[in-house]
């Protein structure tokens, strides 16, 4: 069974930096195209990025909110995905879930880490 | 981008009733881009439905899933007790950002 793990989150002031890692336990890692996703507190879902499989290109695509501020990177070598966030906001204050992209789906899901941006 | 309008809002149903969600687009979209997703509390999304109407690994057959073009259904035949959740449409095209309605609450009435 395949299992994501989010791990990183915890409170920063506005303008810092956070370090996300999600590790998956996937032996097909390396063909995975891998998304973040948040959700702030009370709110509904909201897709951050993507980043595609190194055979993909590796490339990686962002939302309007982050791009610029966020950036996803892959070691395929320790099954981990990274969401690398600087220049934080209140409004970053969300979940932030790992997900595993499957023909136009999220088909498995991390349990989320908590990222608090508040002074 | 596509902006995904679900209505209702939250709706107020017995266990056993049948139960239908809406999820319009803002332009026509291929079906294969549409899912939906159940969400309970303090747990993350779970993935019900692929192109529209395919039933992902392990969901029960009362989960149903319909529509095209800009009109999208999701319909539980029978609500179960561990049915009461939010539900979210998600369009996921070639094109993105990849964009989600927000959510219809499913409460015990």
């Known amino acids: 069974e395949v299992h994501l793990v989010e791990s990183g989150g915890g409170l920063v002031k506005p303008g810092g930096s956070l370090r996300l890692s999600c590790a998956v336990s996937?032996?097909?890692?390396?063909?995975?195209?891998m998304n973040w996703l948040r959700q702030a507190p009370g709110k509904g879902l909201e897709w951050v990025g993507r980043i595609k499989s190194k055979t993909s290109g590796g490339t990686t695509d962002y939302a309007a909110p982050v791009k610029g501020r966020f950036t996803m990177s892959r070691d395929d070598s320790k099954n981990t995905v990274f969401l690398e966030m600087n220049s934080l906001k209140i409004e970053d204050t969300a979940m932030y879930y790992c997900a595993r992209d499957y023909w136009s789906t999220f088909d498995i899901w991390g349990q989320g880490t908590m990222v608090t941006v508040s002074s | 981008e596509v902006v995904l309008t679900q209505s209702p809002g939250t709706l107020s149903l017995s266990p056993g009733e049948r139960l239908t969600l809406s999820c319009r687009t803002s332009?026509?979209?291929?079906?294969?881009?549409l899912a939906w997703y159940q969400q309970k509390p303090g747990q993350s999304p779970r993935l019900l439905i692929s192109g529209a109407s395919s039933r992902a690994t392990g969901i029960p057959d009362r989960f149903s899933g319909s529509g095209s073009g800009t009109d999208f259904t999701l319909t539980i035949s029978r609500l179960e007790p561990e049915d009461f959740a939010v539900y979210y449409c998600q369009h996921y095209g070639n094109s993105l950002p990849v964009t989600f309605g927000q959510g219809t609450k499913v409460e015990i009435k």
């Open positions: 996937d032996f097909t890692f390396n063909d995975r195209w």
């Open positions: 332009e026509s979209v291929s079906s294969a881009s």
